[in-house]
């Protein structure tokens, strides 16, 4: 499945950019006066071959979670149990992510890839359409998951959390892979029931230092720079984080031009998911709009195994978290919003959606300068 995914991705169509920055100097508006919106649809007509390109509606939001090894080092404050309880109220509608679905209309998909303590019990917070992973088929999928009214559950388990990168690799060859797989389902899945652009979104405690490990491995930045202090860790433990990630480069040394070895070596199973739903959009010419410093780890690892992927990237937002700036550099990708975000579950995404949207409206609905009959300079 990935050797034909990466095989289906192509360069983005320069004829559909030529036709798109020529409709763009017809417009009602001085040229260029629409600044990144005018680049961003450019580049989304090259993605869909088209101008216009289709309108990025509905929206999906895909939040991959999972459980990290690492978390015995002390990298973070919060109780890892706090990874299944989040999927719970992720399904309630409660957390910050529903809010923004639901204002901006966008369908959410908890999967569940690696979790490692229990989902919640309540037969009521389980119930939209909990899956057994060995049913995972695009085919089978209901496609009322893009209800945007009930978020639902996809269990997809690799295995119960990654193992402590800081001693061994925490995930075998296999185990990315499956990952990556599960990405690759799911972005056909929601594709398939109609969804027109994603949304990446994560969730699982100290998830941000194998994020820094791989932002690291991918740009060659030092593992300061790729660090951050992830929900807010205080010095000494934000001191410690750092030394655990260099600490892990040294051990495993991962190779950057092996992107699957630099997942299993120091990657979670969201970050090898989110890599997955990446390169499923791009394979079906569908833009996925990153949310932050999770999902932009995960970019890099999408375009180390087809650089064609970046074309079909959104930068939602520029997260707090140093290491995100870092990649996005790397990717070439200037993010729409800089709201100094460090939340994670596809928030960052969620609110720089409208702007996408925007900038795909002006090719459809703006009128040309001779149709509205008004005076070119």
């Known amino acids: 499945m990935l050797e034909t995914t990466i095989a289906a991705i192509r360069p983005a169509d320069e004829t559909a950019m030529a036709a798109a920055r020529e409709l763009h100097g017809?417009?009602?508006?001085?040229?260029?006066?629409?600044?990144?919106?005018?680049?961003?649809?450019v580049r989304l007509a090259g993605l869909a071959g088209a101008c216009p390109p289709p309108l990025p509606e509905p929206a999906a939001v895909a939040i991959f979670a999972g459980d990290h090894g690492v978390h015995a080092q002390g990298v973070s404050p919060w109780p890892q149990e706090v990874t299944a309880q989040m999927i719970g109220n992720f399904l309630a509608g409660g957390a910050v992510v529903n809010a923004f679905a639901r204002q901006a209309g966008a369908s959410v998909t908890v999967i569940d890839v690696g979790v490692a303590t229990p989902l919640p019990a309540d037969p009521a917070a389980l119930d939209p359409a909990v899956l057994d992973p060995?049913?995972?088929?695009p085919a089978a999928l209901d496609p009322a998951g893009l209800d945007p009214a009930v978020p639902r559950l996809v269990v997809?388990?690799?295995?119960?959390?990654?193992?402590d990168l800081a001693v061994t690799a925490a995930l075998t060859r296999d185990e990315a892979l499956a990952a990556v797989q599960t990405g690759i389902r799911i972005a056909d899945e929601l594709i398939d029931a109609g969804a027109r652009i994603l949304l990446t979104g994560d969730m699982g405690i100290g998830n941000t230092t194998p994020a820094a490990a791989l932002i690291a491995a991918f740009t060659g930045v030092d593992a300061l720079d790729a660090t951050g202090r992830g929900t807010g860790v205080d010095d000494p433990t934000y001191a410690h984080k750092v030394a655990v990630v260099r600490a892990a480069l040294a051990r495993h040394a991962p190779d950057p031009t092996d992107p699957l070895g630099v997942l299993a070596a120091v990657g979670g199973l969201e970050h090898a998911a989110l890599a997955g739903l990446i390169l499923g959009a791009a394979a079906r010419r569908t833009p996925v709009v990153l949310d932050g410093v999770i999902a932009v780890s995960a970019a890099l690892a999408a375009a180390a195994f087809a650089p064609d992927a970046v074309g079909a990237m959104v930068a939602g937002h520029r997260s707090a978290e140093p290491g995100a700036t870092a990649a996005l550099r790397h990717l070439g990708l200037d993010p729409l919003v800089d709201l100094g975000l460090r939340l994670g579950e596809g928030t960052g995404a969620l609110l720089a959606l409208p702007v996408v949207t925007g900038a795909v409206r002006v090719?459809?609905?703006?009128?040309?300068?001779?149709?509205?009959?008004?005076?070119?300079k």
């Open 26 to 41: 017809r417009l009602t508006k001085p040229a260029g006066s629409l600044g990144a919106l005018e680049d961003l649809s």
């Open 156 to 163: 997809a388990s690799v295995r119960r959390g990654t193992r």
């Open 363 to 376: 090719l459809h609905e703006v009128a040309t300068f001779d149709s509205a009959g008004v005076a070119e």
């Open 134 to 137: 060995a049913a995972l088929d």
